[in-house]
């Protein structure tokens, strides 16, 4: 039964990769900031985490990772985005006996000030608007058994809210995450599955979007002549954006311990990814651990089909430390990433686990 399940999940990841010439509905999704994975870490292994899923950003790329965790662990990750965006995420998570691993995590991206232009000032107003989005999310996870063999299964959840702001104009809504992690008991090998963001559409509104109209009998016209019984309600009109769908995406990951002596540790990790707003994407990952100390870490990222030559994303590296303070662990990771024409981000993630 055993190698059934693995000969199916091979098959699966075999059509995965198989590039698809179909409508790649670029731009059809919202909330665009939810696809920039947080971790240092795991940007430097070319978002291949799925399944890996060992620290508590697995908040994000596959919150049953989360069950892996044996202490209250807590990152803080600070990205100088493309654009000059400012990408911030904090995640927190600790295990519980008997309960499962409670997790939370608050996501915050915004934009420089910009000034307003209007047709008939093109150079600007003299007025200024800003941008933001955040997310704040709940998780949970558990293992939900455990053989002496090896082969262990856990389930996590993460829900989230989510709100954009541009100007007076916002839109809010709702989505959650879902996603296994299985320990397949032959050697080192674990498989991870995760669907994410999977919500209602969301629209914007707000009072830019709105316009008052006089109407007869109003008290501020010069001409008003008010008459027994007679109401005058104000009337308003709003222009209707439209609903965007969010960028939702289904993950399988596979992760292998090429090398485990104790001293010297060396996974390889491969993510295939179908977004809804995109070709499928591969993504694999290199970590080499030096006596549990010190990190470096390798990456790329493979964007199937005709958008291959067209893709800006690419090479990915890093560096990781872990320095022992007692019974507590401080990690630093820095990642470097590559995207082609718009050149570098520059990632920094700080961790704690007490």
């Known amino acids: 039964m055993r190698y059934t399940t693995y000969i199916l999940l091979f098959t699966l990841l075999l059509l995965w990769v198989v590039p698809s010439h179909a409508t790649t509905n670029v731009g ?19 978002g291949a985490f799925g399944g890996l899923a060992n620290d508590v950003t697995s908040i994000y790329w596959n919150p049953a990772g989360i069950s892996q965790l044996e202490k209250t662990s807590f990152s803080d990750t600070h990205t100088v985005w493309l654009a000059d965006v400012r990408y911030n995420y904090l995640a927190f998570a600790t295990p519980i006996k008997n309960v499962g691993t409670l997790g939370a995590s608050v996501t915050f991206l915004n934009v420089p000030d910009t000034e307003i232009t209007t047709l008939a000032k093109p150079d600007g107003t003299g007025l200024w608007y ?22 262990k299964l856990s389930f996590g959840i993460n829900a989230k809210y989510i709100h954009q702001q541009i100007h007076r104009e ?20 674990r498989i991870g599955m995760c669907f994410s ?19 007869a009998g109003d008290p501020r016209t010069a001409d008003y002549r008010p008459f027994p019984d007679t109401t005058n309600p104000a009337r308003t009109a709003a222009l209707e ?7 939702s995406n289904f993950r399988l ?5 090429v090398v485990d002596t104790g001293n010297n540790l060396l996974t390889l990790a491969l993510d295939a990814n179908h977004p809804n707003d995109n070709s499928e994407r591969i993504n694999i ?18 964007r199937l089909g005709e958008d291959l030559v067209d893709d800006e994303e690419g090479l990915t590296l890093g560096l990781g430390i872990h320095l022992n303070l007692g019974k507590r662990v401080l990690s630093l990771d820095y990642a470097y990433a590559d995207f082609g024409r718009l050149q570098q981000t520059h990632r920094v993630s700080m961790g704690l686990q007490f």
């Open 285 to 302: 990952g290199m970590e080499y651990w030096y006596k549990k100390m010190a990190a470096i870490r390798g990456g790329y990222k493979f």
């Open 130 to 151: 800003s941008a933001w989005d955040t997310a704040v999310s709940l998780a949970y996870a558990r293992q939900l058994y455990e053989q002496e063999s090896g082969v």
């Open 28 to 46: 059809t999704a919202g909330a665009q900031f939810l696809k920039i994975g947080p971790g240092a870490r795991v940007d430097s292994l070319g």
């Open 241 to 247: 954006t439209n609903e965007f769908p969010l960028p």
């Open 170 to 189: 916002s839109a809010t809504g709702v989505a959650i995450d879902v996603g296994t992690l299985y320990h397949t008991g032959w050697r080192s090998l």
């Open 253 to 257: 990951g596979i992760a292998y311990d």
């Open 197 to 215: 963001n999977f919500g209602p559409e969301m629209r914007f509104g707000g009072p830019d979007l709105e316009s008052g109209a006089e109407v």
